[in-house]
């Protein structure tokens, strides 16, 4: 009985041992493969979303509401580029404006709205601390179709502000890649970059 409890913890010892082996090595693996990973991408350029490589390095935001500046300070914030006030000394001064309405998009056979668009505008422009032009005034347009019920008001305009926010955030994202073709805070005439503008009113995406 003594020789029989003595190889069964044996044993034991030895699968507490192989199973510790196995675990490191299944560590080990796990560390080299993403360190492999981390290569590959690093070696075709991939970058994290909001790892970008500005020009500025100390940017201020003029006339952002609330939300959008904290969205702004999120987004630069994989770089080594600060959201800073305009009184401490920026590289660069973006100044931002923005605009929303409601229009009626369709109506039903009682003439009743079925249907609303809901349109998002965002101006900006951004200058060097210097005052050097480095975007000239351009706009992002966006809007969303929005479905109606006198029986739902209130989900509505719940849904309705949800949109309103995405467009805001969509509207970020967009002025954020614009902002990354800055390649210089001095360009050459042949570096200025042209202001954009809407040619056209957006169609309305479906529903």
Do not use: W
């Not at 709205?113 to 601390?129: F, K, N, R, T």
């Not at 849904?159 to 805070?185: C, N, P």
Request: net charge positive; aromatic share 4%.
């Amino acid at each position: 009985m003594k020789i029989l409890e003595d190889v069964v913890s044996r044993k034991a010892v030895s699968l507490s041992s192989t199973n510790t082996k196995t675990k490191r090595a299944v560590s080990r693996c796990s560390i080299l493969t993403l360190a492999c990973s981390a290569v590959l991408l690093s070696a075709c350029g991939f970058q994290l979303r909001g790892q970008q490589d500005y020009a500025f390095k100390r940017l201020a935001v003029v006339g952002a509401p609330p939300e959008m500046l904290g969205r702004l300070q999120r987004v630069v914030g994989g770089s080594d580029t600060v959201v800073v006030k305009a009184s401490e000394q920026p590289d660069a001064i973006l100044s931002l404006t923005s605009a929303s309405g409601m229009k009626t998009l369709s109506l039903n056979a009682q003439g009743v709205v079925q249907e609303y668009e809901l349109d998002y505008s965002l101006g900006y422009s951004m200058v060097g601390a210097d005052g050097t032009v480095l975007i000239p005034l351009s706009t992002i347009s966006l809007n969303r179709a929005l479905t109606y019920s006198d029986q739902y008001t209130l989900a509505k305009g719940i849904e309705a502000q949800t949109l309103f926010r995405d467009m805001q955030f969509d509207a970020v994202d967009q002025l954020m890649r614009r902002l990354a073709v800055v390649r210089s805070l001095h360009p050459a005439p042949s570096e200025a970059l042209p202001g954009i503008l809407p040619r056209a009113p957006l169609p309305v995406p479906p529903l």
